[in-house]
């Protein structure tokens, strides 16, 4: 994968109400050593000054560009890290609540999963039968000619005979 979205926007409060996010470099560890690493840290808190939203982050992986910024400005994750995020997360009512997310890179690209429908059609009820579709994107670096695949599967409820 060539990119890393880090997003909560798709969460909503009590009644739709949206929330709203800030998302924080706690600090980024050697994955080898397990020891917090300054520099790596300091470089990772400025690339989320650089971005122009709370609620989403975007990273590329190191020799590619997502956008212009990134001609710029080193937006990249290092292989070898382990970067720690902390998800603020506030009501209207101004309660918050935080979550840390741990986020390992390593070297070799692996496929991309996505959904092939709306992300609200997947929170089926479990009573429910559901036929699902994903897209897996293979990267670049490990196909000789294009080799994205499409597959489903059914989702059976939990008691098929309700």
């Known amino acids: 994968v060539d990119f890393v979205?880090?997003?909560?926007?798709?969460s909503r409060g009590s009644g739709g109400?949206?929330?709203t996010f800030r998302w924080e470099v706690v600090e980024?560890?050697?994955?080898?050593?397990?020891?917090?690493?300054?520099?790596e840290t300091a470089r990772a808190?400025?690339?989320v000054l650089t971005q122009f939203t709370d609620d989403k982050l975007v990273f590329v992986r190191e020799g590619n560009a997502y956008n212009e910024i990134d001609l710029d400005v080193d937006r990249s994750l290092r292989a070898g890290y382990v970067y720690r995020f902390r998800l603020?997360?506030?009501?209207?009512?101004?309660?918050?609540?935080?979550?840390?997310?741990?986020?390992k890179v390593v070297e070799k690209p692996f496929p991309m999963?996505?959904?092939?429908?709306?992300?609200?059609f997947l929170q089926a009820p479990a009573e429910s039968w559901q036929a699902f579709a994903v897209n897996v994107g293979v990267p670049h670096e490990c196909q000789a000619s294009p080799a994205d695949l499409t597959t489903t599967w059914l989702h059976m409820p939990t008691n098929?005979?309700?």
């Open 45 to 47: 808190r400025g690339i």
């Open 28 to 39: 980024v560890v050697d994955a080898a050593t397990h020891r917090d690493n300054a520099t």
């Open 5 to 10: 979205f880090l997003e909560a926007a798709y």
């Open 88 to 103: 603020t997360v506030r009501n209207l009512l101004g309660l918050s609540d935080t979550i840390i997310h741990n986020l």
């Open 160 to 162: 098929p005979n309700a």
């Open 113 to 120: 999963v996505l959904p092939l429908v709306d992300r609200l």
């Open 17 to 19: 109400r949206p929330f």
